[in-house]
Each structure stands twice: as structure tokens, then as C-alpha cells.
């Protein structure tokens, strides 16, 4: 969990030194709010999911691997996106109504992103990485990953629905 308490927030700084932030101007209270989500939310969640998985899927063969990606990819990977944008919109302290409409407006195209990437990710994870080791890996991966969701979570969910200029490699269909 340490890990996620440390990796969640450094994205956070990332992403804000994209916008033009620096030391002096870095929105604090958004860092550490992503500490306090990957630390007390993801990194217990996730694992749990690996734990389970590794109970039900035992072993780390090649067929053992690719089970526990398609599952992951179309239950714990769907359910981690919607609970990160509708848990940091509360931590925002938005109306659940807002925090819903941010998890319609950014879910599918965060998730078509993900797709692309994670399933390779989790491949090695589940076939080459020991039991105990995955949960360590996987926060390591996720530092670029975590700098996406946040740079996903700031974009004005209209300029999403807007297919604007902002977001050009999505090629959101909608």
C-alpha cells in the first residue's frame, strides 16, 4: 500500500507539471487526495482482486495468465475506472450527481485507452512475476498509467463529449 501512498501522488505532480504547474502552484490538496486514494482504495482493491484471482486461477502458466486478463479486463479493470472517477469526484467533494456524470463522460474512452495497454501488462504480471511481487509491479507500471488518469480526470468532461482538439488520440466515438 505504501507504494500506491507514494506513486498515486508523484503522477499527480507529473500530470500538474504538464499543465504548467511548479513547485509554487501545485495543487496540493489534489496530490494529496491521490495519495489518499491509491493508498486506502486501489492498493486494497487490487490486492484483493490479485489474491482472488491467484485462488481461483492458481499457478502462472501461459492459460492461467490469459483467464486472469480477460477477467480483469472486463470486471476489476471496468470497476477500478468507474471507481476512480466517481471516488475522486467525492474527494473533490462534488455532488454524487457530477461524480456520476464525470464516470459516463470519461469511463469508455479511459477504458478503450486501458484495454490497449493493461492486458500485455498483466500478462507478464500473472505468468512472470511471483504471487507475492504483483501488487509491487503493477504500482511500478502504473506511474504512467496514473499520470493518464489524472491528465483524463482534469479535461473538462464536455470537451470529451465535444470530441474537442484537447484529447485527439482518443478517437472517442460516441
Known amino acids: 500500500m505504501a507504494s500506491y501512498g507514494v506513486i498515486w501522488p508523484i ?12 513547485f509554487d502552484n501545485y495543487d496540493w490538496w489534489r496530490t494529496a487526495r491521490y495519495g489518499l486514494y491509491g493508498s486506502c482504495y486501489v492498493a486494497p482493491t487490487l490486492y484483493t482482486w490479485l489474491t ?4 481461483i486461477w492458481p499457478g502462472s502458466t501461459i492459460r492461467a495468465g490469459l483467464i486472469k486478463t480477460f477477467v480483469e479486463t472486463i ?3 471496468p470497476f477500478a ?8 469526484s467525492l474527494l473533490e467533494l ?5 461524480a456520476v456524470a464525470e464516470v459516463q463522460a470519461k469511463f469508455w474512452p479511459t477504458y ?5 495497454v493493461w492486458p500485455a501488462v498483466a500478462m507478464v504480471n500473472f505468468c512472470l512475476i511471483p504471487p507475492r511481487n504483483r501488487v509491487p509491479f503493477i ?5 504512467m498509467w496514473t499520470c493518464f488518469l489524472a491528465y483524463m480526470k482534469h479535461l473538462d468532461k464536455e470537451a470529451i463529449k465535444s470530441k474537442n482538439k484537447a484529447v485527439p488520440f482518443l478517437k472517442i466515438n460516441t
Not at 482472488?52 to 485462488?55: F, L, P, T
Not at 478503450?112 to 490497449?116: E, L, M, N, P, R
Request: glycine share 8%.
Open 52 to 55: 482472488v484471482a491467484n485462488i
Open 75 to 77: 470486471t476489476y479493470t
Open 139 to 143: 504500482s511500478v507500471c502504473s506511474l
Open 112 to 116: 478503450k485507452v486501458g484495454a490497449s
Open 94 to 98: 462534488k455532488p454524487v450527481h457530477e
Open 11 to 22: 503522477s499527480s505532480l507529473i500530470q500538474q507539471s504538464f499543465e504548467g504547474r511548479n
Open 81 to 88: 475506472m468507474c471507481s476512480f472517477y466517481f471516488g475522486m
